[in-house]
């Protein structure tokens, strides 16, 4: 059984901060690794990917992957009030059936 | 820029009615996905078309089927709707053939009593 762990939360972080979301995943063979936010009654929006270890910064945003140790991160920075939302991870070994979503972690970004 | 377009937003269902959700893209996606989203459970794929003419089930099809009725519009019926059906369903499309870096539609809240 794939597995996609993330903490449910919430991770309440003051305005300014940096937050830190974590994903573990089980299957070894996994090799795109997916970062989503939901607003609260919105759809899914893809906000990063990463394929390789390390590294990925796109603006506040810097993805992190370690195939080592299984698992990805997502860190926020200078996290404003509306980054609060859910942000799902979702890990794929290839192909269509092969994506497995996280259950999320909520975000609460205090004033 | 309407990108993927579901309908209807909410809907309420006896248990044993039908309905199909239906589902548009206008980026020219080839592929397409149907999800359900339950508390605690993530999202979880029902069915996929890889490309106009093709589908295949994902990881929880019973209950379902699906139409790709061309490149744009992929559909999802209920046949009998029961209780177990109550979700949140999202369809997507995605430019990669392997479901991820999707885009995904407004979702439909359904309600099966």
């Known amino acids: 059984q794939k597995e996609v762990e993330q903490n449910s939360g919430p991770l309440s972080v003051p305005e300014g901060a940096i937050a830190s979301l974590n994903c573990t995943y089980s299957?070894?063979?996994?090799?795109?690794f997916f970062w989503y936010r939901q607003y609260s009654g919105k759809s899914p929006e893809l906000i990063m990917f990463?394929?390789?270890?390390g590294d990925k910064e796109d603006g506040r945003f810097t993805a992190q992957l370690n195939k080592a140790s299984q698992y990805v991160s997502l860190l926020i920075r200078d996290s404003q009030p509306s980054d609060s939302a859910t942000y799902l991870c979702a890990v794929s070994s290839g192909g269509y059936q092969k994506v497995t979503f996280g259950t999320g972690t909520k975000l609460q970004v205090i004033p | 820029n309407a990108g993927v377009t579901q309908t209807p937003k909410f809907q309420v269902l006896k248990t044993g009615q039908s309905m199909t959700l239906q589902c548009a893209q206008d980026m020219n996606h080839n592929s397409m996905y149907w999800y359900r989203q339950d508390p605690g459970m993530g999202l979880r794929l029902i069915y996929y078309?890889?490309?106009?003419?093709?589908?295949d089930k994902g990881e929880v099809p019973n209950g379902y089927n699906v139409s790709r009725l061309n490149k744009r519009e992929f559909s999802l019926r209920l046949e009998s709707a029961a209780p177990s059906q109550t979700s949140v369903y999202f369809c997507?499309?995605?430019?990669?053939?392997?479901?991820?870096?999707?885009?995904f539609g407004q979702g439909t809240r359904l309600t099966v009593v």
């Open positions: 078309s890889a490309s106009e003419g093709t589908t």
């Open positions: 997507a499309s995605s430019v990669s053939g392997d479901g991820t870096e999707a885009f």
């Open positions: 990463i394929y390789s270890n």
């Open positions: 299957d070894r063979g996994s090799q795109s």
